[in-house]
């Protein structure tokens, strides 16, 4: 088994897009690597014992003013070594790493790491491992990429190899293999866009990443051009969200407003167009979609190198001012699409949509450079298959295994603080056997002219497909790398003016959107339709510093005890004595907004680690417990210590009392 490490930095721009999609690549072509990707800079979240995270804390507030991708330091070799040798943390952090981890083959998209390693080995004879950096900058490369001992160099394109080579890089050091991109861009691949015949709609991708006050000027001289149809991203701007939509309310076939989306590839491919700013993951993932770009803003540094990349290849039109991007657009499609169709020939030639893969490619072979023998260490170890539970039920056959579980789960594409792939990571990491995303969905009816602001701390309706996508795609990758089940949830928000008029509630493992606008009683329906469980979030009083009290459902159990599957009878700290006290079926869930959550209360379910099985679990009830989630605490470790499991039919039956300190 080859192991690979993949670095990354959270500033600036890309760093992370192409170590995730990079890891992505990986994983899709190879069952045998082992691959992760760590910020040492940054987000380690608990995956990285004590010494660094202690490490971690130093270099954070350090780094903010020294790394983001200060050219003038990183350029001057002797500025440049001096900040190097101030990270001795970092690198301690670093050493401990590759010790532990021991990888065949290390990756950054970095400059700064190559630096570190490099001080490393300084005094060993060889490096156990090859080190390949990924450059995420195109033509103007600042030399702290190259100034190392790096094994490949793998630069965007071909332009930027030629300018390594003009620099004095070694010619076979260099691999253009392009910038690696999602694997949307090679998965469904479609048709290159035609030119809009006369009639057609022109559609222009906007994501307003830069110049947010004038973009609403920009878009009515967009739309004062004939056949132009927008698609708007604000990302996580619910003021200029709501505004905009307001706005342009009056035109919805021609204008679209988007929040925050995960599926920029797939827009990237279905739109003539996209004006942008020139950050280096966007203008890559426009060339590898075949989307020419009217670039409206260039920041000295990177930036530059990257608008000069689009000019250069011919893919597109920098502007100087917010009001000339209509003029472009115009010129972009006049006389036939002139203009547009060179741009989008060459772009065809230029785009390096599969690159993530050929980098991977590369990283595997590479990998098999490395002689290491195998061993198993920490940083890459699979969950061990467990063993079965030791307390089988006296009166019925045991299930294979208890199961750590939490159902209650939201990631950044409603108000959680990490992405779903890190989401996944860090529950898996912990050894969990099953895990439910349930991220935020308000009923719109409930929504308008009020609680502006939380509409974008939920998904819209339309981007509900996208978000099923995503989890599947997690879900299998989930399966395949830490034996854990992630089912698609979605909790239903529905806010009145009163606690008693607000309820919250849980769909797990559904296999399809539902609309948000339906009753409870209808949505519960659907939810069963699709095989899926209904579970009343945090039903009770929160004692809680965040919590607004949601007590719709509690107040109305006559009508839904009868037809919800379970209550949350633990939510974070929170226990709801009362909910114990009516014998409803339970559950116990984090609401997980962000890593600290994880200490709070959890379902232990003993039965097969089978969504079905899981679900039946829970339905019937029978077999569940409670746990209050600690460190070290893993699935693993609570299958080897039997007496925190209290799965004989006694103990269960007495949690309750135990808990509440009173027989019921
Ligand atoms: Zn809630
Ligand atoms: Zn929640």
């Known amino acids: 088994m080859k192991r690979i490490l993949i670095l990354t930095a959270g500033f600036g721009d890309g760093h992370n897009a192409a170590a995730r999609n990079l890891r992505h690549g990986i994983e899709s072509i190879s069952d045998e690597a082992k691959v992760e990707v760590l910020d040492l800079f940054e987000s380690t979240y608990g995956s990285l014992n004590t010494l660094m995270r202690h490490a971690y804390q130093g270099v954070v507030q350090y780094a903010p003013t020294v790394w983001a991708g200060v050219f003038s330091v990183f350029d001057n070799p002797a500025l440049f070594r001096r900040q190097v040798n101030g990270l001795s943390r970092l690198r301690d952090s670093l050493a401990q790493v590759l010790n532990e981890s ?4 290390v990756v950054s998209t970095y400059p700064v790491y190559a630096h570190l390693i490099d001080d490393l080995y300084r005094d060993h004879a060889e490096r156990p491992f090859r080190l390949i950096t990924v450059v995420t900058d195109s033509l103007t490369i600042c030399s702290a990429w190259y100034r190392a001992s790096i094994d490949v160099l793998v630069v965007p394109n071909d332009e930027t190899r030629e300018v390594l080579i003009e620099a004095g890089v070694a010619r076979g050091r260099i691999q253009a293999l392009g910038f690696p991109v999602s694997l949307d861009f090679t998965l469904d691949r479609p048709q290159p866009m035609s030119a809009p015949q006369k009639g057609e709609p022109r559609r222009i991708l906007y994501p307003i990443n830069t110049g947010k006050k004038k973009s609403g000027r920009v878009i009515e001289r967009l739309l004062d051009l004939p056949d132009t149809h927008l698609t708007i991203t604000v990302g996580r701007d619910a003021g200029l969200r709501a505004e905009l939509h307001e706005r342009f309310r009056h035109q919805p076939d021609r204008v679209r407003v988007l929040g925050w989306t995960n599926s920029m ?16 993951a966007m203008v890559q993932e426009a060339l590898a979609g075949h989307c020419p770009l009217i670039l409206n803003q260039v920041i000295p540094g990177q930036e530059e190198g990257n608008a000069r990349l689009v000019e ?8 100087e001012k917010s009001k000339h991007i209509a003029a472009a657009v115009e010129e972009a499609f006049a006389d036939k699409s002139k203009l547009w169709r060179r741009w989008q020939e060459n772009i065809q030639k230029a785009g390096h949509p599969d690159a993530a893969l050929r980098v991977a490619e590369l990283a595997l072979a590479e990998s098999h450079h490395g002689s290491r023998e195998p061993r198993s260490v920490k940083l890459f170890e699979e969950p061990a298959a467990p063993p079965a539970v030791a307390t089988p039920h006296p009166h019925k056959p045991p299930a294979a295994k208890a199961l750590l579980c939490d159902f209650h789960i939201h990631t950044n594409y409603s108000d959680g603080r990490l992405a779903l792939p890190e989401v996944v990571d860090f529950y898996g990491r ?11 969905v308000a009923d719109p009816r409930r929504l308008i002219g009020r609680m502006g602001e939380l509409i974008n701390l939920t998904i819209p309706y339309a981007q509900l497909e996208e978000y099923f996508d995503m989890v599947e795609r997690e879900r299998k990758r989930a399966w395949r790398k830490y034996s854990m089940r992630v089912m698609t949830g ?15 509630l849980l769909g797990l493992d559904l296999k399809a959107p539902i609309d948000p606008a339906l009753g409870f009683v209808e949505i519960i329906a659907q939810i069963q339709s699709q095989g899926g469980l209904s579970v009343a979030a945090h039903p009770h009083l929160l004692k809680s510093e965040w919590g607004k009290n949601t007590l719709y459902l509690w107040e109305n159990q006559e009508l839904f005890a009868p037809i919800i599957d379970a209550w949350e009878i633990a939510n974070r700290n929170n226990i709801f004595t009362p909910v114990g006290l009516k014998r409803f079926a339970f559950l116990a869930n984090s609401d997980f907004h962000k890593p600290k959550h994880i200490y709070s209360w959890k379902t232990l379910l003993h039965c097969d680690n089978d969504p079905d099985a899981i679900k039946d679990c829970v339905r019937r009830n029978e077999h569940v417990a409670l746990t209050l989630y600690r460190d070290g605490l893993t699935g693993e470790a609570l299958r080897a210590q039997p007496r925190t499991l209290p ?18």
């Open 312 to 319: 250069k290849l011919g893919a597109g039109m920098v502007v």
């Open 647 to 664: 799965l004989r039919a006694s103990e269960i039956e007495a949690l309750p009392a135990k808990l509440f300190g009173a027989p019921i």
């Open 265 to 280: 590839p797939k827009l990237l491919m279905s739109h003539h167009l996209v004006i942008t700013k020139a950050g280096g």
């Open 102 to 105: 021991e990888p065949d083959c």
């Open 430 to 440: 912990r050894g969990f056997d099953c895990i439910c995303i349930t991220d935020h």
């Open 490 to 504: 979605i909790e239903f928000n529905k806010e009145g003016f009163t606690k008693k008029t607000s309820g919250h």
